[in-house]
């Protein structure tokens, strides 16, 4: 019986713990409060320097808004020129497109809970709804209280991320495709919700939960009007099941540790905080779009944008952190390889 608390201790994984002479402000993260570089530069120093590249931000967004009609587009055409039945047949490649895409488009939420799409946070919100948000029916504010616990309480039993609880088995990946998956999580994010706002956070999930309903059935709806069953079909399918799918599995191969046995129930035990880099390939880069590639980055400073991500390396590169980080570096298909034998 392996430890309750998960070790940290092959080559992939970096985790430290808080002690009394250097606290860790989140977990698996290591103090950069008075961390410098071998020429003598202060990360407080440096870090002022790093503002978000807007123009960067939604470039990136819209690119895989693109990429996305593309799938939904090509559903279509080849209901409308091919027929329904060559449309089902398709439509399991194109659902796949459209959900990764999806996923890779979903991600950019993450920017807008740290009031990173737009320099006015008002503004942020509000584009942060209307654009990113709106496509599952989620509200920013909501979300942010979520994504923050999981700064403060990754790896314990307070994570409101839970994905990496489970391993990535077939068993788990027939719940993730029936929607069991999406319960759990549903679940804990209703968690979240900060203390004493119930009643008004609720009222603002229904908003955001109606907004996201209204778009997919606008969508699904003018497909089955105009009778192209089969592109409404893939739609549903890619956003439905294939984007919750490789959702879980993204944030298994970020957090789940090697030595987690899928034995143990870690709603109940601890996990332990793990993070992880991965190879810069392109697939990589849109699987973990949003600087998501980079997770352990993001989990040392939550306050850095992913577009000066190369800048923050390329800092720790010059640091006593240097080898942590590397450490780190792994790719996608190397930890999915090393989780799934536990």
């Known amino acids: 019986?392996?430890?309750?608390?998960?070790?940290?201790?092959?080559?992939?994984?970096?985790?430290?713990?808080?002690?009394?002479?250097?606290?860790?402000?989140?977990?698996?993260?290591?103090?950069?409060?008075?961390?410098?570089?071998?020429?003598?530069?202060?990360?407080?120093?440096?870090?002022?320097?790093?503002?978000?590249?807007?123009?960067?931000?939604?470039?990136?967004?819209?690119?895989?808004?693109?990429?996305?009609?593309?799938?939904?587009?090509?559903?279509?055409?080849?209901?409308?020129?091919?027929?329904?039945?060559?449309g089902f047949a398709l439509a399991p490649l194109v659902a796949v497109w459209i959900g990764f895409w999806f996923a890779s488009i979903v991600l950019f939420m993450h920017e807008g809970a740290h009031y990173n799409l737009h320099p006015d946070k008002s503004v942020n919100?509000?584009?942060?709804?209307?654009?990113?948000?709106?496509?599952?029916?989620?509200?920013?504010?909501?979300?942010?209280?979520?994504?923050?616990?999981?700064?403060?309480?990754?790896?314990?039993?307070?994570?409101?991320?839970?994905?990496?609880?489970?391993?990535?088995?077939?068993?788990?990946?027939?719940?993730?495709?029936?929607?069991?998956?999406?319960?759990?999580?549903?679940?804990?994010?209703?968690?979240?919700?900060?203390?004493?706002?119930?009643?008004?956070?609720?009222?603002?999930d229904r908003l955001a939960l109606a907004r996201g309903l209204t778009l997919h059935a606008v969508l699904l709806g003018a497909a089955l009007w105009l009778g192209w069953y089969s592109a409404a079909f893939t739609w549903a399918i890619g956003v439905g099941v294939v984007f919750p799918f490789l959702s879980a599995l993204r944030e298994q191969l970020e957090h789940r540790s090697e030595d987690a046995s899928s034995a143990i129930d870690y709603s109940v035990v601890p996990h332990g905080a793990v993070n992880r880099m991965f190879a810069p390939t392109l697939f990589a880069r849109s699987f973990g779009s949003a600087g998501f590639r980079r997770h352990l980055l993001h989990h040392w400073d939550p306050s850095v944008s992913y577009t000066c991500f190369d800048e923050f390396e390329q800092f720790l590169m010059r640091t006593t952190l240097a080898s942590n980080v590397d450490a780190a570096r792994i790719s996608y298909g190397a930890v999915w390889r090393r989780i799934r034998q536990h």
């Open 125 to 204: 919100d509000r584009i942060a709804n209307l654009v990113v948000c709106i496509l599952i029916g989620d509200e920013i504010r909501h979300y942010r209280a979520h994504h923050w616990k999981h700064h403060l309480h990754l790896g314990d039993l307070d994570d409101t991320e839970v994905s990496y609880h489970w391993a990535p088995t077939p068993r788990f990946a027939l719940e993730t495709l029936a929607g069991i998956h999406a319960w759990r999580v549903f679940r804990a994010h209703r968690k979240a919700r900060p203390a004493g706002q119930e009643i008004e956070a609720s009222m603002r």
């Open 1 to 86: 019986m392996m430890e309750a608390s998960v070790a940290t201790r092959d080559r992939v994984q970096v985790s430290t713990s808080p002690t009394q002479t250097d606290r860790t402000v989140f977990p698996g993260s290591p103090s950069l409060r008075a961390l410098r570089t071998s020429d003598d530069v202060a990360w407080s120093e440096f870090r002022q320097g790093l503002q978000p590249r807007w123009a960067g931000v939604w470039r990136d967004i819209a690119g895989r808004y693109v990429m996305l009609a593309l799938g939904g587009a090509a559903a279509c055409v080849v209901s409308a020129t091919l027929g329904n039945v060559v």
